[in-house]
């Protein structure tokens, strides 16, 4: 293969989990007495983990927001699993990917886990760097740098999958390719810059093996 390595961000790469983040968030709203919003909005706001979530959905400085923060995190715990899916193709081209294939996500490594293990694919990834863990979250290239480093992989030799502008800009901090899916939660102009683009998940397998 061309590359060593393969980093793969989670949701809108891996995971369709944009209807039960979006309930989660709205029964959050609903517990604290706040108006629900619509779904779609929720789904485009979703990229940089659920501190970024409630920026770009009930503002930074929302005087219940972490009252809300906290009542997202335990319902979505719960149901997280409700309506997400993987998407189409991509337990099958992590089968057919032969080197270590690492998740770097915003999403906390516990969350991450329990749906990796759901959709049973748990087993296909080598390791799983997540949000709120000890090191910084998307963008800072920490977790790519270590992972570099774990699986003793040069950087010309590692790429980054994600749906978002925060995934590039990983990336590029650090010193990786970039290969941006078009099917995630991105908005118009979020992608450009991306070394790779692919439609389908499948898709990677070429730019691997090119």
């Not at 706040?34 to 940089?48: C, N, Q, S, T, V």
């Not at 990983?170 to 941006?180: E, F, N, Q, V």
């Amino acid at each position: 293969m061309r590359f060593d390595l393969v980093c793969l961000d989670l949701d809108g790469t891996l995971v369709d989990s944009g209807a039960d983040i979006a309930a989660s968030l709205n029964a959050a709203l609903r517990q604290e007495g706040e108006r629900e919003l619509p779904e779609k909005r929720i789904i485009a706001a979703i990229g940089g983990g659920v501190p970024v979530l409630l920026d770009r959905t009930i503002g930074p400085t929302h005087p219940k927001r972490e009252r809300i923060h906290a009542a997202l995190r335990e319902h979505y715990s719960e149901h997280l699993m409700d309506r997400t899916t993987l998407y189409p193709g991509v337990r099958e081209t992590l089968e057919r990917i032969s080197v270590p294939r690492v998740l770097v996500t915003n999403k906390p490594e516990g969350m991450s886990l329990k749906l990796l293990q759901g959709l049973d694919v748990a087993h296909l990834i080598a390791a799983i760097y997540g949000g709120e863990g000890r090191l910084p979250r998307k963008p800072d290239p920490a977790s790519i740098l270590e992972c570099l480093d774990r699986f003793k992989v040069a950087k010309e030799r590692a790429i980054h999958v994600g749906d978002s502008g925060v995934d590039l800009a990983t990336a590029k901090a650090a010193g990786i390719r970039s290969c941006a899916v078009t099917y995630g939660y991105s908005v118009p102009g979020e992608l450009n810059g991306a070394d790779y683009r692919i439609d389908r998940f499948e898709d990677l397998l070429k730019i691997l093996k090119d």
